[in-house]
């Protein structure tokens, strides 16, 4: 059976799709060319060349040359001229020829949203809202208590609601047969 995984959430993914597209301009994986839209603005529009397609956005060059994107601005130009969103899918195809390791870099990449989705689910619980694991160190140890006893306990904390959670899980896939 296969296992099901939530779809990821566009923010993780793009910024996913951003530091790939970074890092390949940077090793100098896919040629590119770079304008500004005026001669003292640090904005500029790139269009990078991929094996099938072409990719355009903006960005600025920062220190050590590296090339800083717009999360949002990155776009497939298709055939027709026509502009959509950039897919790890279609990045993938254009960096790495061969199926078999084309599917490891997006099985690794949809490994990286999904760490990433998990990392930002529990930095949530940890900071926000009234029943946060931090809201709770105050209340708990208050001002003037060192703070490796506060990290020791919200560690703690934090690994309880993880076992929870897991465990909690796992009784649901137990209950729902999908185990």
């Not at 090793?27 to 590119?32: A, F, P, T, V, W």
């Not at 839209?37 to 397609?53: A, M, Y």
């Not at 760490?115 to 029943?131: A, T, V």
């Not at 020791?152 to 999908?178: E, P, Y």
Request: hydrophobic residues 35%; contains cysteine.
């Amino acid at each position: 059976m296969q296992k099901l995984h939530p779809l990821p959430s566009k923010k993780v993914e793009r910024r996913v799709i951003r530091q790939l597209l970074e890092a390949v301009l940077y090793e100098g994986l896919m040629d590119y060319e770079k304008t500004a839209h005026q001669p003292e603005e640090p904005l500029l529009s790139f269009t990078i060349f991929g094996n099938q397609r072409t990719y355009c956005c903006e960005g600025r060059v920062a220190a050590f040359d590296r090339v800083r994107l717009k999360e949002d601005s990155i776009l497939s130009v298709q055939s027709d001229g026509s502009r959509t969103s950039t897919s790890i899918e279609e990045l993938a195809e254009d960096l790495v020829p061969d199926p078999e390791n084309r599917n490891r870099l997006i099985y690794e990449l949809q490994q990286t949203i999904q760490l990433s989705e998990w990392n930002e689910k529990i930095s949530c619980r940890l900071f926000q809202g009234e029943h946060s694991v931090m809201r709770s160190w105050s209340l708990k140890f208050g001002k003037g208590i060192p703070i490796i006893l506060v990290l020791r306990q919200g560690l703690d904390s934090l690994l309880k609601t993880i076992l929870h959670s897991v465990r909690k899980q796992a009784n649901l896939l137990h209950c729902n047969g999908l185990q």
